[in-house]
């Protein structure tokens, strides 16, 4: 079985402790990288701007086989992240499906002309994950394509590319009609 963190980057919201039990249930290590919010307990702290450098900071503290993330405002489905690392050991990035609040599941075709860039949810091999660099600085904040961004690096590498048929994610699950599968 192939070993897997979670990276949460955080800005001190007060969905964090859902979002790392969330995280705790898929993998063998959540690890938490605050982002200008020094009250928060982390593994990680300082002043990214972004929430694809605070995720470089957290790979940098991992030493799984496999990273997935999880923002500090959503959650993941118990166990999809562990069993599609277990199905696709041999991949260098798997894509997830999400489930947003106002599309439902995404990626989908249309999807990005319907609302226009979103998280993307993956895993990724971690070593392959350092080797490409990692998400790339210097995007504006405005712009939400770090993901895309680096799942088109994976590609244009010729890295083994998977997707999973199943939500793994869930985008602001407070917001959603999907029942949240940790709410108690």
């Not at 001190?12 to 009250?39: F, H, I, K, W, Y």
């Not at 990680?44 to 496999?66: E, I, K, Q, S, Y």
Request: glycine content about 8%.
């Amino acid at each position: 079985m192939a070993s897997l963190s979670i990276v949460i980057p955080t800005i001190g919201r007060d969905t964090l402790e859902r979002a790392d039990r969330s995280a705790a249930r898929c993998a063998q290590r959540v690890v938490r990288v605050a982002d200008n919010c020094p009250d928060v307990v982390a593994d990680g702290c300082g002043h990214f701007g972004a929430a694809g450098l605070a995720r470089n900071a957290g790979v940098d503290l991992v030493d799984t086989t496999f990273v997935g993330f999880c923002d500090d405002d959503d959650e993941l489905v118990p166990d999809v992240y562990r069993r599609a690392v277990n199905a696709h050991a041999d991949a260098d990035l798997i894509l997830h499906s999400a489930w947003h609040p106002q599309l439902g599941p995404i990626p989908r075709p249309g999807w990005m002309t319907e609302f226009g860039n979103t998280t993307v949810a993956m895993t990724v091999r971690t070593s392959t994950f350092r080797e490409l660099g990692g998400f790339i600085a210097g995007f504006p904040f405005t712009f939400k394509g770090e993901d895309f961004e680096l799942f088109r690096r994976f590609v244009d590498h010729g890295k083994r590319v998977v997707a999973s048929p199943e939500v793994a994610y869930l985008i602001r699950p407070e917001e959603t009609r999907w029942q949240s599968p940790t709410a108690t």
